[in-house]
């Protein structure tokens, strides 16, 4: 197995099975600074391999590159006795989250205890309140994303190394968060092994 097809298949179980169960917030195509309150759209979070693209040049029918989850690869080693190899890697989340929309907001349903509902579009629209809660988004995200993991053993056929456990933490820039407001970043990493399957041809000089 090599190191390309471990990632891409990491990758793709990610998707599957972690960003599959979640939907986030992406932002309107005419919403720029001054018009956070536009309407936004619930999207299931796209899965990269090593690198997020740039927005223009996404894979088909994906629509930004903000939500999303990418497998990176931190380090690797083989052990030339167990003939097993070893990939150290991280995934990284990211979420875009401005503050509430009208839509995100649910009040009691009048004359029916316990049931909810969302303010009629056009009073919708008009409410918006800006703050810095959208962390919990990318943060809901690595929580998805933790118990996909320690739930299993294997994804897509690949051991994840339990015993060295799971770390995470967010995105940081010199020890300090940093503000990247309307932006939220986070990462886990994990290690798993793979069996190292070499094949060799021998040139003969005669």
């Known amino acids: 197995m090599s190191v390309v097809n471990t990632i891409e298949r990491l990758a793709k179980w990610a998707g599957e099975n972690i960003c599959e169960k979640v939907r986030l917030k992406l932002p309107a195509e005419d919403s720029g600074n001054e018009s956070y309150n536009q309407r936004y759209e619930l999207v299931t979070p796209a899965a990269f391999a090593m690198f997020v693209p740039e927005n223009d040049r996404l894979p088909p029918g994906v629509k930004s590159n903000v939500p999303s989850l990418c ?6 080693s083989d052990s030339l006795t167990e003939n097993k190899g070893r990939l150290r890697v991280q995934m990284g989340f990211s979420a ?17 205890p316990g049931a909810f509902e969302q303010p009629p579009p056009q009073e919708a629209a008009g409410c918006f309140t800006r703050s810095g809660d959208g962390w ?5 995200f690595v929580d998805t994303a933790l118990r996909a993991i320690e739930s299993t053993e294997t994804m897509d056929g690949i051991r994840l190394v339990k015993e060295e456990g799971i770390q995470f933490g967010p995105l940081k820039e010199q020890e300090a968060i940093p503000d990247l407001y309307p932006l939220w970043f986070a990462w886990l990493t994990f290690t798993v092994e793979y069996p190292i399957a070499r094949s060799h041809s021998w040139d003969c000089l005669l």
């Open 136 to 140: 919990r988004d990318a943060w809901n």
């Open 71 to 76: 497998v990176r690869l931190l380090e690797g």
């Open 96 to 112: 875009w989250d401005t503050g509430c929309h009208g839509k995100d907001i649910f009040r009691p349903k009048v004359g029916n």
